[in-house]
């Protein structure tokens, strides 16, 4: 059965590199063709989708985080990482980390984890 | 950015009886190589992640009761729940999946008993 289960500081002060990871059970991220990535949601921006990334790479990630973000995986650890640099308030949001079907060229999340609330504040 | 626009933005039915929320995008998820609208419906109960219900813009994803069903293509979508139970209680969200990143969501639409 498959699980995904988020975890990382749930405040961030503004300006910091927010951190999480996602460990995935019922599921190995190097054998399976999935992509694996995070999307957020808040009640002022709604559902924001993050970005994904392969074992082997093809990373995509939202143009609006790009110069921030890095999504990485560990085999070793059957893990999924995300990096969000300088954040502020805006930043504030539950992360959810999801598991994304390759779909004809695209990815679908076709499976996500119970989220993280992460606040960013002084 | 493809923009998603849901409408209603709240929704009450009765029990037993439909319903049905729209979506629509700002530019065409239909792609012409492969005939496929690039558009899912999720729903998400309170306190709990989205989940899957519909892929293609009309396949239910596994498990899902087939009470739920969905329709349209190019810019222009429907969600029907055929007959409401009270564990249809949640906020739905359309998706577009399609081109380049972001894959863009709509604000969603709360769906409630009357």
């Known amino acids: 059965q498959l699980q995904l289960q988020e975890s990382g500081p749930g405040l961030v002060k503004p300006s910091e590199t927010l951190s999480l990871t996602c460990t995935v059970s019922g599921d190995s991220i190097s054998s399976s063709g999935y992509f694996w990535g995070w999307i957020r949601q808040s009640p002022g921006r709604g559902l924001e989708w993050i970005g994904s990334?392969?074992?082997?790479?093809?990373?995509k990630y939202n143009p609006s985080l790009q110069s921030r973000v890095t999504i990485s995986v560990d085999t070793s650890k059957n893990q999924v990482s995300l990096k969000l640099t300088s954040v502020t308030a805006a930043d504030t949001a539950v992360y959810y980390c999801a598991r994304e079907r390759p779909v004809n060229g695209q990815r679908l999340a076709a499976f996500w984890g119970q989220g993280t609330l992460v606040t960013v504040s002084s | 950015d493809i923009v998603m626009t849901q409408s209603p933005d709240s929704l009450a039915v009765s029990l037993g009886e439909r319903a049905t929320i729209n979506c629509k995008s700002s530019?065409?998820?239909?792609?012409?190589?492969?005939?496929?609208?690039?558009l899912a419906w999720y729903q998400q109960k309170p306190g709990q992640p989205p989940k899957l219900l519909i892929y293609w813009a009309s396949t239910r994803e596994s498990g899902v009761p087939d009470r739920f069903s969905a329709s349209g293509s190019g810019t222009d979508f429907t969600l029907t729940i055929s007959s409401l139970q009270a564990e249809d209680v949640a906020v739905y969200y359309c998706q577009q999946y399609s081109g380049n990143p972001p894959y863009t969501f709509g604000q969603g639409t709360k769906l409630e008993i009357k």
């Open positions: 530019q065409s998820v239909l792609y012409s190589s492969n005939n496929k609208n690039y």
């Open positions: 990334t392969h074992y082997s790479g093809n990373s």
